[in-house]
């Protein structure tokens, strides 16, 4: 741990304030955090005069965030740190998977290498949280699952992470339910899946191994699903009908779930209500090619929406930056999220729910007691930095300058 220190006036939001036309402003004021042994364990006024004798850096006014969760992602596949090569056109998904496993070999010995610059990225972006997916497959056991946990056991001072072991060429296929047992012993902490209809042909099945293997490890489950239509929604609903018989409320979650947004508006509430209930998340990466899940709705029925940037400079797209709170702009256009309570809200979405104030305008965060985990930003308040995405200046992680600088 770093000695203790204040950080110095920074800005800090402390509530709205409606103007005669009733439209919204955010109020803020500047303040000294003193971080103790990674948690902020004072905040004071910048009227306050801090003893001489303690050690002080300067946050120079810049509006403090919370830092943000990176919630999908796929280190093991990216190009980055490798030269420059575009992806090969794939006319489905089968076929990008036979893409795939043809430079799965090539690509293994690397993937330490290649994990670290995508974190070093995502870090710069003020990424301090990481849920990796990483393939478990036929073709190379577990070879990505070993390079990825190196390379961030290597960033363990800087960022927490979870592993999920991925089945990424089907679940169902020969050897891979035992490969996926050999990767939960070996350090993947969560169960995937992947198109239990248009993968492993076997929606029922598909699901229910993901689940038995969840039990044997007491692993949470987040299962990638890009079936659409009714098959999709029926793949939720199923998942659902066997996460409530397992009782494994608050454990599973559904990424991409893009068919929830193909079916009709009181279906989309019902599931919403009953994902609400199980306490099941839905992980989305915003993208502009497919037909989003109904994250509005599902927000104002209670269920945890989280975004991730997913694999990017990789076989699969050339695009991306890893930055989540580019995404949650992209959310905030797509949405038409214009006016400054909606704008400062939707920061919930990159840091996993944690948002400077509440929708009542009371103070949510910092407060003394808090892990010193902050974002640091030339902006004026939390809507102008989902607006205008500025750079990160500074990440702290339990009070620790993790990337960029002060």
Known sequence: MTAPFWLTNVRLETGYRQDEKGVYETKTELFHLKIEEGKIVEKKSNNYVIPQWEKTIEGKGFLALPTFKEMHNHLDKTYLSLDWKAPIPAKNLEERLRLEAMELEELAPTAKQRASAMIELLLSHGLTHIRTHVNIDPYIGLKNLEGIKAALEDYSDKLTYEIVAFPQHGLLRENVIPLMKEAM??????????????????????????????????????????????????????????????????????????????VPVPQQEEIADKLSKLGMSIMSTIPITRTLPPIDLLDRKGVNVYLGCDGFYDSWGPYGTGDVLEKVTRYGELYRKSDERSLAQSLKFATGGPTPLTKEGEVAWPIEGDEANLILVHASCSAEAVARTPKREAVIFKGKVVSGQL
């Open 185 to 262: 012993r070996s350090g993947a902490q969560l169960v995937g899946g992947l198109d239990p209809a248009g993968i492993d042909s076997n929606i029922e099945k598909s699901l229910y191994e993901v689940m038995n293997l969840a039990t044997e490890f007491d692993a949470d489950i987040d299962i990638h699903l890009h079936d659409g239509g009714h098959v999709g929604f029926y793949t939720v609903d199923k998942f659902a009908e066997i996460v409530e018989d397992a009782k494994w409320y608050n454990r599973a979650a559904v990424s991409h779930a893009f068919s929830l947004g193909e």
